[in-house]
C-alpha cells in the first residue's frame, strides 16, 4: 500500500482501470524486462487502490497519493539499469500517460506535471 493513512488494500472495481492496458507501449518492447513493466504496473494499480480507499477530496491530497507512487517509480531506475534498460523517453510518456489516464478516470482534471511532479525520470 502506498499512503501509511490508508485503510485496507482493497481491489480495484473502476471499470475503466480495470479494462485499460497499462503500460502497452513499454511491454511491447523488448528494451523493457517485461517483470520491471509488472512492477511499474503493480505501483500504478496500488495508486488506483489507494485512489478507492482514500477518495480524495481535492487535488492536492490526489497529488499527494500520485508523489508516493512516482517516488516507487523512482527507485526501480537502478533496477532497469542493472537489467540493461532505463525509465527512458518512451518509458516516461508512457508511465505519464498512464498518470494521466487514471487521474481521469477517477474524475480529477489533473496536471500532469503535478502528477509526477517528484519525478527522477
Not at 485496507?8 to 503500460?23: D, E, G, R, T, Y
Not at 517485461?34 to 478507492?52: G, N, Q, R, S, T
Not at 482514500?54 to 523512482?74: C, F, G, M, R, W
Amino acid at each position: 500500500m502506498l499512503s501509511t493513512k490508508s485503510l485496507s488494500a482493497m481491489p480495484v472495481s473502476n471499470p475503466q482501470i480495470l479494462a485499460h492496458p497499462f503500460l502497452e507501449k513499454m511491454y511491447s518492447d523488448e528494451y523493457f524486462p517485461p517483470a520491471l513493466v509488472d512492477k511499474l504496473k503493480d505501483i500504478l494499480m496500488k495508486w488506483c487502490e489507494e485512489i478507492e480507499a482514500v477518495k480524495p477530496a481535492d487535488l492536492p491530497a490526489l497529488y499527494e497519493l500520485s508523489h508516493e507512487a512516482t517516488e516507487q517509480i523512482n527507485q526501480l531506475a537502478e533496477e532497469f539499469e542493472e537489467n540493461e534498460s532505463e525509465i527512458e523517453t518512451a518509458a516516461r510518456e508512457a508511465i505519464a500517460a498512464d498518470f494521466r489516464f487514471i487521474a481521469a478516470a477517477y474524475g480529477y482534471e489533473a496536471d500532469i506535471e503535478e502528477l509526477i511532479a517528484p519525478r527522477d525520470w
